[in-house]
Each structure stands twice: as structure tokens, then as C-alpha cells.
């Protein structure tokens, strides 16, 4: 009994069901929901409830509040479809809008794509490509192929060492100011994408050209190829500016300047070259034969900038020409944890360059490394810092003058003695004078230094031919004896240790 009740219950439950399953719905919103499918030609921006009205599609989800996309159909896949989605963008949601192109496959431009505001208080975003390729056929040699102005946003998917999205010119015969260029502004955000010239076209100012910006401008993971000419070119930039994961490549190129930064003749001098600007990390590798990876300065003021563990080589087979260098007029560059590596074989080339002029320079090294040995050349005061490290170590320099660094020697024997050059990280001085009381020595006591690998010097102040010699050294004392002159002369002598 108790079974068959619960037989019963279960096919009732099952009555509903099969009303629902077999019935046709009779709403008319539930119809309009079915029947409509989202649109990518709509376009419409999308201000209300996900609800469906007579006469309306649904909402097109790509494309609300101020964001319109290239879709292939409303925006196609061309030159034009991508100038009018940015325009639609600007005329949407109060002029802040968005241009999503990142469906976009590889296009052919035939003039230069501004990426650009209506006011100068607007913004703009264009969202590029996920991968393709953008080729720009231009020859009036004064066009980029893509210029952004101020207050806009140009936003890749690709870090710094890959090719997802390029920009590149149609062939040799293309003759452009530079791939990418920033127009006359402030403030940029560029970001995931890179610039690539291997097929010997002109760009007048180099692949990338960066100038006239400032506050809290940001260029991130950006990177430039280019054979035959300057890779990332960055002038007239101030105040706060960033640059971060920056990769040029020049494969050793005829001609090939892979960064070129600090130089203020490519954009005016409304800030000068570059002035308390960060640039962090990435890489300036393989220029041409007699050119440097990285070249800062040549302008005027280009002041306070920091280069921070930015790795550098130099061309496959020039032996001679330093990696990077730090032209006239430029003052105050603090480069930390540079390297210069993956050199040709016998090379004698400096990691760093200071050029000859009248500075001062006023620029620090810190935590550079030479594979070469020699680390920095400084014409300026005529100092030459090389490596004090089997590794290609180099110690501290701060221009014009060296910091305070002690390196031991080591004991050795033989006829010649080479230097282990064995760096002391808290060298220790002293210094005094000794009067000698009826005797010819005298030990001095209490001496700090830690063991009696020291070694002492000095002078007879009133015998000039008096001899000062040092002997019976230990670790807290060390006898001062005088031969050639009397037993009360004045001495002098210091003391080097650890």
C-alpha cells in the first residue's frame, strides 16, 4: 500500500513537466527573446536592463558604454572600418570611449591612423589586435603609421619579447617618420605592441619615436626592430615619465642605433632631453659596426634620469666600441645593474662611454658588469674603472670622482706577483706621527685593523735622509724604526688594512 501511494505521487509530479515540454510558451517577450540573437552589426551602446521590447534586439554586449568594436560587419575589417570605429567612439558616452579591435586581422594602411581626441580633454582608447599585423604603405617621409596624441590610450596583448601585433612598413621603398610616433601632448599610455623594420625602409626618426611627454605617461613592454636606423627614439620627455620592459634590436645592422634616448633635437625643447624620467628593465642590443646599444644624451638638459637593469650587447664583431654612452650636456645619470654581455671574442670595449666635454657629468654606476673587463671610461676626468671580479664585477664610480674602494693584493712569491684585486668591503686607514725618544723605534699599539695582511708607510721629517721602515707586524701592532738620521727625530707614516 505504502508503494503504490508513492507510485501515484510520482506520476503526478511528472504531469507539469510534460505540459511544459509539450506546450508552446505564449509570451510575446519570451518569443522576442528567442527570436533575436545578438548582432555584432548593431552597435548600439547599451544603457538599460537585459529586457527585450517590440520593435528592439537584444542588447549587443560588445558594444556599451562608449565601446565600439571592429566586428567585420558594421566596422570592417580595413583602414576605414578602423577610423570610423574610433570616430563612433568619441562621439559616445560624453567622448570617453573605446575602439576594440582586437578581432582585427592584418591590415594595409595607406595613410597615417591618428589615435586621437576631439577637445584635448577626452580620451581615447584604441585595443589592438590580439596577433596580426599592420603594414603601412606611406612615402611623404613626415607621416607615422600610427600617431598618438595627447590624452589617449594604445593597448596591446603582447609582452615585450614577442611579435603578436607589428607594425611594419610594405617594403623598402616606404619612407616614414617612424612606425609609431606620439604627437604634440602630455600624457600616453602605450603598451603591448612592437615596431619592426627588416626590409630596409626609411624611418627618418627611428622605429618608435617618443617626444613631448610628461607626469605620469607610461610605455610599457614595447619593442622596436630595426636594421638599418634607430629603434626607440625618445626626446623632450620630463617629469616622471616611465618606461618600462623596452626591447630594441638592431640584429647588427648597417646603421643600426638600437636606443636612442635624451635626445632633445627630434621634438624641441619644451622640457629638454629627458629630465627625472625612469627607465626600467628590458634591453638595447646589436647595433651596427662603430655604434653604441644605447646612447643617452646629445641634447640639451637631459637631467636626473635612472637607467635600472637594463641589459645591453653589442655589435656580433666590433671589439672597440663601447656599449653604451653618455653624450655632452647630459648630467646626473644614474645607471644601476647594467650589463654589457655576449661580446665578440678579444674585446677590449667599455661597458660605458663618458664623451669628452666640459661637464662636469655628475653620473653614477652601481652594480655595473663588463664581460669585457673594462667597465667605464670616463674622458671627462680621464678615469678608467675596470672590473675588480672574476665575473666582470665592476666596483662604484660616481663621476668625476671614484667612491673610496680598498682591493688586497694577496701574498704571493716569484719573480712577478699579479694582483688578486680581491675587493675589502670595510678597508681601514690610519694615520700618525711618532717622536722618537732616544731610540731608533717604536711600536705602535693597539692598532684596529683585523689580521697582519697590512702594510705601512712613512717619513723623517727631520732627517730628510732618514729612512722609516716598518717591521714585526700583527694584527694590533707594528714597530716604526728610523736608520740615516738621529734618535729624536719626527716621523709620519700610514697604515692600510682590513
Not at 175 to 181: E, F, G, K, R, V
Not at 241 to 251: V, Y
Not at 273 to 284: F, H
Not at 423 to 450: C, E, H, K, M, R
Request: hydrophobic letters at 35%.
Amino acid at each position: 500500500m505504502l508503494t503504490r501511494c508513492r507510485e501515484s505521487r510520482s506520476h503526478l509530479l511528472w504531469l507539469p513537466l510534460l505540459a511544459i515540454l509539450c506546450c508552446p510558451c505564449t509570451s510575446s517577450a519570451q518569443t522576442k527573446m528567442r527570436a533575436s540573437q545578438i548582432n555584432l552589426g548593431d552597435n548600439f551602446p547599451f544603457t538599460g536592463n537585459i529586457t527585450a521590447t517590440t520593435g528592439q534586439n537584444t542588447a549587443n554586449f560588445y558594444n556599451t558604454n562608449g565601446k565600439k568594436i571592429v566586428d567585420g560587419v558594421k566596422y570592417p575589417f580595413t583602414q576605414a572600418g578602423i577610423v570610423a570605429c574610433l570616430n563612433d567612439a568619441l562621439q559616445s558616452n560624453g567622448g570617453v570611449g573605446i575602439c576594440d579591435a582586437s578581432m582585427a586581422p592584418s591590415i594595409t594602411f595607406t595613410s597615417e591612423l591618428n589615435i586621437k581626441n576631439n577637445t584635448g580633454v577626452d580620451s581615447l582608447t584604441l585595443i589592438l589586435p590580439i596577433m596580426a599585423t599592420w603594414t603601412f604603405n606611406i612615402t611623404d617621409g613626415t607621416s607615422c603609421g600610427i600617431k598618438q596624441f595627447d590624452k589617449t590610450n594604445i593597448l596591446g596583448w603582447g609582452t615585450s619579447s614577442d611579435t603578436l601585433f607589428s607594425i611594419v612598413p610594405a617594403g623598402a621603398g616606404s619612407n616614414m617618420s617612424a612606425l609609431y610616433c606620439t604627437a604634440t601632448g602630455t600624457y600616453y599610455r602605450a603598451e603591448g605592441f612592437g615596431a619592426v623594420n627588416t626590409v630596409g625602409a626609411t624611418l627618418v626618426n627611428g622605429a618608435m619615436l617618443i617626444q613631448h611627454s610628461a607626469d605620469g605617461s607610461q610605455f610599457n613592454r614595447l619593442s622596436t626592430l630595426n636594421t638599418n636606423g634607430i629603434g626607440i627614439h625618445v626626446g623632450d620627455v620630463c617629469c616622471g615619465t616611465q618606461f618600462h620592459d623596452i626591447l630594441a634590436n638592431g640584429q647588427s645592422g648597417p646603421g643600426a642605433r638600437p636606443c636612442v634616448i635624451g635626445d632633445s633635437a627630434i621634438g624641441g625643447s619644451g622640457f629638454g632631453g629627458m629630465v627625472d624620467v625612469a627607465w626600467e628593465g628590458g634591453s638595447c642590443t646589436h647595433p651596427g659596426t662603430g655604434l653604441k646599444a644605447m646612447e643617452i644624451g646629445g641634447g640639451i638638459n637631459t637631467d636626473g634620469l635612472k637607467i635600472d637593469s637594463t641589459y645591453m650587447e653589442p655589435n656580433a664583431s666590433d671589439t672597440t666600441t663601447p656599449c653604451g654612452s653618455i653624450g655632452a650636456r647630459a648630467h646626473n645619470i644614474t645607471i644601476i645593474n647594467s650589463q654589457c654581455d655576449n661580446i665578440a671574442g678579444g674585446s677590449t670595449a667599455y661597458a660605458w662611454d663618458i664623451v669628452t666635454w666640459a661637464g662636469p657629468s655628475d653620473s653614477t654606476f652601481i652594480g655595473i658588469k663588463a664581460q669585457s673587463g673594462n667597465c667605464v671610461n670616463d674622458h671627462i676626468t680621464g678615469v678608467v674603472i675596470q672590473t675588480n671580479g672574476t665575473n666582470g664585477q665592476c666596483r662604484p664610480y660616481i663621476s668625476p670622482a671614484s667612491l673610496s674602494t680598498v682591493d688586497y693584493c694577496g701574498a704571493t712569491t716569484g719573480g712577478t706577483q699579479a694582483c688578486a684585486k680581491t675587493l675589502q668591503a670595510f678597508p681601514i686607514v690610519v694615520w700618525g706621527d711618532v717622536q722618537l725618544n732616544t731610540s731608533t723605534s717604536q711600536s705602535i699599539t693597539t692598532l684596529p685593523f683585523s689580521d697582519s695582511f697590512y702594510s705601512c708607510t712613512g717619513s723623517d721629517l727631520t732627517t730628510a735622509a732618514g729612512i722609516v721602515s716598518f717591521n714585526t707586524y700583527a694584527s694590533a701592532s707594528v714597530t716604526i724604526q728610523e736608520t740615516g738620521g738621529v734618535n729624536t727625530d719626527h716621523l709620519r707614516y700610514i697604515c692600510v688594512g682590513r
